[in-house]
Each structure stands twice: as structure tokens, then as C-alpha cells.
């Protein structure tokens, strides 16, 4: 865990340097921003040695039409949160954080995942697969299955702790 740092300002007083987890978690948000999904907008940060190796966040696979232009299948369907995840035009922002970093590296062994949202199953096999170390969320999705297979393939989770703009978690 880190902690926040105060530093001195020149001329007085103090100011609070956010902790890298702080600062990896802040990112995921703002990449949930770019989300073209009308169900959840959820984003991610792979990150090792304090150094970003991709991002991603949840939508249309390249060049093709967004949920947000021509509607969700899953609403159209009546399909419920967390089921039947098969029927989704959507990659996942893990999905899309770890294809990115893949493009640049051979290897993602003991790398760190921020996530704005805890990983599905689906999601849970490609991190496990790929050697990430350790899965830090802001929001949990409920997914047994997940946790399990995240737990089989020695990775650690952890919701997030610490502060968020004006937000403490």
C-alpha cells in the first residue's frame, strides 16, 4: 500500500502528492470516460514498475458501429448484468488494456492491473493466462467464478484504497 506524501511548498504550507496506486486508479477513470458502452463504463491500466503498459476501456471493436449509435444487444434482449456475457459486441477494457500492451512487449509477467470495475470470468482467464501478478479495483461485480479463477492462478486482488479527487475509498 502507499500512502499519500506532503510535501512543503516553497513559501509554506503543504500540499498532498497522490500515491502511484492513487495515480494508476485515476487513469482507469479516465480512460472509463472514452466507454461507448450503455450498460457500464468501465477502464483499465497495465502497469509495471510504475510504468504504464497499456490502457483500455470497454467498447466496439475497432472500425465497427458503437452501442451508443445503434443500441445494446443485451438491453434489446432483456439479458441481466453479469449473464450471458457471450452476447456483447463490447471488448473488454482489461481485454483492451492487455491486447495494447501485448503489441509493444513479449511478456506481461508481474504486472499490476487498474481496473474500475473487478474483472468478469471471461476477463479473470486472459489475466491469470498472462501472468498479471495482481488486480486492483474500484467497484466490485459480483463473480464468484472470477475470483476463483483468479485464485487458481495465483492472483491477487484488491478493491482499491485511498483518495480520489475529494473521494476516499
Request: proline share 2%; charged share 30%.
Amino acid at each position: 500500500m502507499f500512502f499519500n506524501s506532503r510535501i512543503l511548498r516553497k513559501g509554506g504550507g503543504f500540499m498532498s502528492r497522490p500515491s502511484w496506486e492513487e495515480i494508476f486508479m485515476e487513469i482507469a477513470v479516465v480512460m472509463s470516460k472514452r466507454s461507448t458502452c450503455l450498460r457500464r463504463q468501465v477502464g483499465a491500466d497495465l502497469v509495471l514498475d510504475k510504468k504504464i503498459l497499456g490502457t483500455g476501456y470497454n467498447g466496439a471493436p475497432s472500425g465497427f458501429e458503437h452501442c451508443l449509435n445503434i443500441g445494446c444487444e443485451r438491453e434489446k434482449l432483456g439479458i441481466p448484468s453479469g449473464e450471458r456475457l457471450e452476447v456483447c459486441r463490447g471488448i473488454h477494457a482489461e481485454n483492451n488494456a492487455i491486447r495494447q500492451a501485448l503489441h509493444a512487449r513479449d511478456s506481461l509477467i508481474g504486472a499490476e492491473l487498474f481496473c474500475t470495475n473487478f474483472p468478469c470470468s471471461e476477463c479473470a482467464k486472459l489475466i491469470a493466462d498472462e501472468g498479471i501478478k495482481r488486480v486492483v479495483y474500484l467497484e466490485s461485480y459480483s463473480s464468484e467464478l472470477a475470483e476463483k479463477i483468479l485464485r487458481e492462478g495465483h492472483v491477487k486482488f484488491e478493491k482499491f484504497k485511498g483518495k480520489l479527487g475529494t473521494k476516499e475509498y
